[in-house]
């Protein structure tokens, strides 16, 4: 059931996604809306790829330096194959248990990374993200926004190493970036947020953006 006037429904579920290139902040503000929406409802908070036994496999496959001759169509799979089983074990039924669902990615990412970044043509990866789905789209989806510099700055600042995935390159964050900004400017549901403000701010702009939007109310 999808109905923006969340209280008045019967059976309230809502499926809510974060997206935006690595280190966006998207991981701390999926939390804090989690943390927040937990007093009042049934959340459940889970990550892509990942979250499930078989989809956690995946995510070491395809994070980890040492396979670094993955090729681009064997990743869009892969990541596709841990989107399949997530939705089927995880999602779904969650839903169908009226829980609000919030995912730290989804196959906007696909669109964003594979896509646009990695230049696999879209009118195929828009067919096998709808074969992983089933059509379990999200309701909301807000992408954080921040400059591809801002990656290396964060990162250093963090003291982390960069994984498979994040050793692409500037120009390849580049085009997901512009991949991300496309897709905002003509899918409804998504929400373009400037990750550069402080992480409270953005919170707040979230929240306001689900009562404006009647999906929750204070």
């Not at 169908?96 to 990374?113: F, K, P, Q």
């Not at 549901?189 to 953006?209: F, K, N, S, Y």
Request: aromatic content about 8%; charged content about 25%; proline content about 2%.
């Amino acid at each position: 059931m999808v109905c923006f006037n969340r209280w008045k429904c019967v059976n309230f579920h809502m499926f809510l996604t974060f997206e935006g290139i690595d280190f966006c902040g998207k991981s701390t503000q999926a939390r804090l809306l989690a943390e927040r929406l937990e007093k009042d409802h049934v959340v459940r908070l889970i990550r892509e790829p990942g979250g499930t036994r078989i989809s956690e496999r995946l995510r070491e496959i395809l994070l980890d330096r040492r396979h670094l001759e993955l090729t681009d169509v064997a990743e869009l799979f892969l990541f596709s194959a841990s989107r399949a089983q997530l939705v089927a074990e995880v999602i779904r039924p969650a839903i169908g248990r009226s829980e609000l669902v919030i995912c730290d990615r989804y196959y906007d990412s696909t669109t964003a990374y594979q896509g646009f970044g990695r230049g696999i043509d879209r009118e195929a990866i828009s067919r096998i993200n709808a074969l992983a789905t089933g059509g379990t789209d999200p309701d909301l989806t807000f992408v954080i926004d921040i400059p591809v510099e801002e990656i290396e700055r964060r990162k250093q600042s963090a003291g982390l190493s960069f994984d498979r995935m994040e050793i692409s390159g500037q120009q390849f964050y580049g085009r997901v970036r512009a991949g991300y900004q496309n897709m905002a400017r003509t899918l409804e549901r998504m929400v373009l947020l400037d990750g550069t403000l402080p992480a409270q701010e953005i919170h707040q702009e979230i929240w306001r953006t689900l009562l404006l939007q009647q999906i929750i109310h204070s």
